[in-house]
C-alpha cells in the first residue's frame, strides 16, 4: 500500500496512513480510546456497516493498534473484545491534533461530544509540538516539514 500513497517505508506518514488511511479507523480509534471495547459498542456508535466494521477491527489488530482478548459473561459463551496497544494509546494525540484543527479551521455550531482530558486533573489539553528532549513549546506556524536524513541536534 505504501507505494499506492506516494511514498516509502522512509516516510513515517506514508507508515502510518498505511495502517490508519481506511475510513472509520480513527473513529475506531477514538472510541476505544473513550472505552468501547465490544464489536456492538463499535458498531452502535458509528452506525458501521458489520462488514467493514470488521475488516477494520482486524487491520487495527494486524497493525499493533488494537488487541484482541477474550472474555465470557456470566452465563454467557466467549466472546471477543478490543483493548488498545501502547501503540494504540499513543494515537490519542494524533486524535487530539486532528480535534484541534477541526476546531480552528472546521468549526461547528454544535458543542463537540468529545473531550480530550488529563485523566488525573479532568483539565483540557491541547496538541503542542516541542523540542525534542526539551520542554521547549515550538508554535505551529514555525513548524515546517523537510526531506532528507534526520538529524538529532
Not at 454544535?110 to 473531550?115: E, F, I, T, V
Request: net charge negative; glycine share 12%; with cysteine.
Amino acid at each position: 500500500m505504501l507505494g499506492i500513497l506516494g511514498g516509502d517505508d522512509r516516510c513515517p506518514i506514508a507508515r502510518s496512513l498505511d495502517v490508519l488511511g481506511e475510513k472509520w479507523t480513527l473513529m475506531i480509534v477514538r472510541d476505544a480510546l473513550a472505552g468501547s471495547t465490544r464489536f456492538s459498542q463499535f458498531r452502535d456508535s458509528l452506525g458501521i456497516p458489520r462488514e467493514v466494521l470488521t475488516a477494520r477491527l482486524t487491520s487495527l489488530v494486524d497493525g499493533g493498534v488494537l488487541e484482541r482478548t477474550t472474555y465470557k459473561p456470566d452465563g454467557g459463551r466467549a466472546r471477543e473484545e478490543y483493548v488498545l496497544t501502547e501503540a494504540g494509546r499513543d494515537l490519542s494525540l494524533v486524535l487530539l491534533a486532528l480535534g484541534g484543527w477541526a476546531d480552528r479551521h472546521r468549526p461547528s455550531e454544535r458543542l463537540s461530544d468529545l473531550l480530550i482530558v488529563d485523566g488525573e486533573s479532568g483539565e483540557l489539553v491541547e496538541a503542542a509540538a516541542v523540542v525534542a528532549g526539551t520542554d521547549r513549546v515550538v508554535p505551529r506556524e514555525r513548524l515546517v516539514a523537510r526531506r532528507g536524513v534526520a538529524s538529532l541536534g
